[in-house]
């Protein structure tokens, strides 16, 4: 089967701000993933998408889940996001349905496919590297707590730390001089993902593997405020984590699909 997380950037739902992506569009590109599972980031919820857009995603073969935020996003001056939710989209029989407040931050949807494995989707805090160990800490207890194969997929706000050339980056001392300078709220947050604890407490208080090695970035400048910058991938933020008992192949990083994300994708087998 084939399971995918994509952060759509509002843009399955119209927005006031113009905006280079509509929902049909956004249609399309879930047509051409083609996951049995696909976890969406700042979506609506399943209440608030148009009828239309529901029953084309439905007709697609689509079970819809979701859950708000239930976060301070709405009332943040730095969003568009009105409504924010989790959206799973599924094929397959899911045979339980969970909602769980990481760190009483932010919600992550769980699910049980089939009743043979769990896919927990996960939009983890993009302001503070504290905040997102404290959400870890606690999704690692859930993901301890049993033996089903589990997947973790979505957007983590983190990166990798090791000497990868973003995080190398960020860290370079002038660099962030640079940043501080021009007081950008985009490069500080960057400069606190460049961190890795977030990846890094996460890996060593579970079992879970990285489904991309290569660790190929995933998130560009290309955002709704800001359509003229280039659809550059800069880092990877979006990550797809399995447990060892499940095996991952064909791991991808889809071409740009309208938003500032790229949707990521892999194959996967119960061992």
Known sequence: MIIASWNIESRLSDNPIKSRTKPDDVINEIKKINADILVLLEAHNDQTLSSSTRQKLIKLGYEIKSAPYDDDMDRRADSIHDRSSIIILSKLD?????????????????????????????????????????????????????????????????????????????????????????????????????????????????NLIDADQRHQPTVTPKNINQEFMPSIRLMQIDHIYVTPDIKISNFKVHPDGGSDHRAISADLDII
Not at 153 to 165: M, P, V
Not at 167 to 192: D, H, Q, V
């Open 94 to 206: 899911i045979t339980k349905f969970d909602v769980v407040k990481l760190a009483n931050i932010r919600n992550c949807l769980i699910i049980n496919v089939a009743n043979k494995f769990r896919v927990i989707g996960v939009h983890l805090d993009d302001r503070h590297e504290d905040s997102r160990i404290k959400q870890i800490d606690q999704l690692s207890k859930i993901i301890n707590q049993s033996n089903m194969p589990t997947v973790v997929l979505g957007d983590f706000n983190a990166i990798h730390g090791e000497d990868l050339w973003p995080a190398k980056f960020l860290k370079f001392t002038p660099i962030k001089f640079i940043i501080s300078k021009l007081s950008t709220n985009l490069g500080a947050k960057a400069i606190e993902m460049a961190d890795g604890k977030t990846l890094k407490n996460l890996e060593s208080s579970t």
